[in-house]
């Protein structure tokens, strides 16, 4: 089966621009969870969907926005990008919620 | 709120020799416990979980944990390690929130460098 994938894999921007990144669960996987990984740092956590409902969303300002798709899939948006936001955007899927997360192999965002 | 610390920054070692990546986290209740591993330009790679039960977990690749509630602690170990094992290593514990979300909050990782 194939696991979680994301696209892009790489992505350049420049300050002030908005950013779409997009994720496919493990099939059968109905919660999508994306985590932000600056450089030397360990994931921070951003946002958790289950069955398209936000579950839960860590301490990221409102310029973080996702979604999920009836298929499950999700998108992670940024608007205003900041250099601070360069980072690896990890997409991670469970079976449900509160089960085992599975990271795919990330989006990685530069900021110009 | 839980926490996780990895005592260690960085670990060389040498090839064939045994490693232990250490791990204390803090919590109150019940507890769920994992480690990762990350590849350079990779994503996360489950290694192994403690969700109950035995306390001696065993996982992927030869690696091994221990759960230990008195010390909260949950060490990686490995008996001989290979140079396919240098990566950076990160423990995490589960944290739920209202709504029923989880999520997992990580330690800082360890970076293992074996050399050979």
């Known amino acids: 089966d194939a696991g979680v994938t994301q696209s892009p894999t790489h992505l350049i921007k420049t300050r002030g621009q908005h950013v779409t990144l997009r994720c496919s669960p493990i099939?059968?996987?109905?919660?999508v969870s994306w985590y932000q990984q600056v450089l030397g740092q360990g994931p921070q956590f951003i946002f958790q969907?289950?069955?398209?409902?936000?579950?839960g969303r860590g301490n990221f300002p409102d310029r973080f926005s996702a979604r999920q798709f009836p298929n499950y899939s999700s998108e992670l948006n940024v608007n205003a990008l900041l250099l601070g936001d360069s980072a690896l955007y990890l997409c991670?899927?469970?079976?449900?919620?509160?089960?085992?997360?599975?990271f795919g192999p990330g989006t990685r965002l530069l900021v110009l | 709120a839980q926490s996780v610390t990895q005592l260690d920054s960085q670990v060389p070692v040498f090839e064939e020799a045994p490693v232990e990546l250490r791990c204390n986290y803090s919590?109150?209740?019940?507890?769920?416990l994992f480690w990762y591993v990350q590849y350079p330009n990779q994503g996360l790679q489950l290694l192994l979980k403690?969700?109950?039960?035995?306390?001696l977990v065993k996982g992927i690749n030869g690696f091994e944990a221990e759960f230990n509630k008195s010390q909260t602690s949950f060490h990686l170990r490995k008996p001989s390690v290979h140079i396919s094992d240098t990566a950076e290593y990160f423990c995490?514990?589960?944290?739920?929130?209202?709504?029923?979300?989880?999520?997992?909050?990580f330690g800082a990782g360890t970076r293992l460098a074996v050399h050979p």
């Open positions: 991670a899927s469970s079976r449900l919620a509160e089960e085992t997360q599975y």
């Open positions: 099939s059968g996987h109905k919660s």
């Open positions: 969907y289950y069955e398209k409902e936000e579950r």
């Open positions: 919590s109150s209740v019940s507890v769920y």
């Open positions: 403690y969700l109950s039960g035995s306390t």
């Open positions: 995490a514990v589960r944290d739920s929130g209202r709504g029923g979300y989880n999520k997992l909050i």
